[in-house]
């Protein structure tokens, strides 16, 4: 069994910064990627940023140069530093782990529970 759990989230004020976490725990030989989606109120979730197996990162254009994706690969955990946060933040947070190797199976999706991110204007 692999369960993701994120921590890090709260209320900010606009230009402010919070830092949210990620630890996948279980029997896992290998994540290939983990990445943070977020989903706002009435709206689709949506895919922040995303860091592979080889450390390559991938951003959503409207948090490009203000988040910064992070993995530990040892202790399967990543982080999602944001800078100058903006109302339009706001949203329900997501680690997600895809193509994970767990003794005798492969596990496509693995999602955590969502840690809410509050930025008041």
């Known amino acids: 069994q692999v369960q993701l759990v994120e921590s890090g989230g709260g209320l900010v004020q606009a230009g402010g910064s919070l830092r949210l976490s990620c630890s996948a725990s279980?029997?896992?030989?290998?994540?290939?990627?983990m990445d943070w989606y977020r989903q706002a109120p009435g709206k689709q979730r949506e895919l922040v940023a995303a860091?592979?197996?080889?450390?390559?990162?991938n951003y959503a254009d409207s948090v490009k140069g203000r988040f910064t994706i992070s993995r530990d690969f040892a202790k399967n955990t990543v982080s999602l530093q944001m800078n100058s946060l903006k109302p339009e933040d706001t949203a329900v947070y997501y680690c997600?782990?895809?193509?994970?190797?767990?003794?005798?199976?492969?596990?496509?999706?693995?999602w955590g529970q969502g840690t809410q991110v509050t930025v008041s204007s």
């Open positions: 997600n782990a895809k193509g994970v190797y767990v003794p005798g199976n492969f596990i496509h999706d693995y």
């Open positions: 860091i592979t197996s080889g450390g390559s990162t």
């Open positions: 279980g029997s896992i030989f290998r994540i290939n990627a």
